[in-house]
């Protein structure tokens, strides 16, 4: 796991890592603790390239990233976006998925459209995620998922369903 990581660990560290969903909280957290720990370079991937929540400090948190991060466009859903994302990186040692969004809306009154918007950036981007990490024969592909896939929440089950997809990846 990346907290188990030390700056001894060179030869893991020395790589880029790829995280996509890189400006959200999670994203974030991921990539502090690789730099934290030595990495060379870390890539923050964003559809928007903007910090995901104001007043969380996750703007504080990038600029503690200094040098050592980058910060690119990057829709995960689209499968040329992560091969070009990935194909940039020199001594890729790893992509952490971190992408997603969220869609409160009722079961009975969720759409496909709905369920597409969530689907898209979670499970498909998990997909295209793990497809270039074949590709580009990187250490480690990291999924993050949520327990939502397992209890379930009130409003969230296009969630749900996309966190399940990732759990059976």
């Known amino acids: 796991s990346i907290s188990t990581l030390s700056k001894g660990d060179e030869l893991l560290l020395s ?16 990539g502090s603790l ?17 910090v995901a929540r104001d ?16 910060i690119v466009a990057c829709d995960s859903a689209e499968p040329r976006d992560v091969c070009a994302l990935n194909s940039c990186c020199d001594k890729l040692r790893g992509i952490l998925h971190a992408a997603g969004a969220l869609l409160d809306t009722r079961l009975r009154l969720m759409s496909v459209a709905d ?11 998990a997909s295209h995620v793990c497809n270039a990490s074949a590709r580009s024969r990187a250490d480690a592909a990291i ?11 009130a409003g969230l089950g296009n969630y749900a369903a996309a966190n399940s997809y990732l759990d059976t990846l």
């Open 15 to 30: 790589g880029v890592y790829t995280i996509t969903g890189g400006l959200g909280g999670l994203g974030l957290r991921a």
């Open 34 to 50: 690789l730099v934290e720990r030595g990495a060379a370079r870390v890539v923050l991937a964003s559809r928007s390239t903007r």
């Open 143 to 153: 999924l993050f998922s949520s327990i939502t896939s397992a209890f379930g929440t």
């Open 55 to 70: 007043g969380q400090g996750l703007e504080r948190a990038l600029l503690r990233l200094d040098a050592s991060a980058q």
């Open 115 to 125: 369920t597409v918007q969530v689907w898209a950036p979670k499970a498909c981007a």
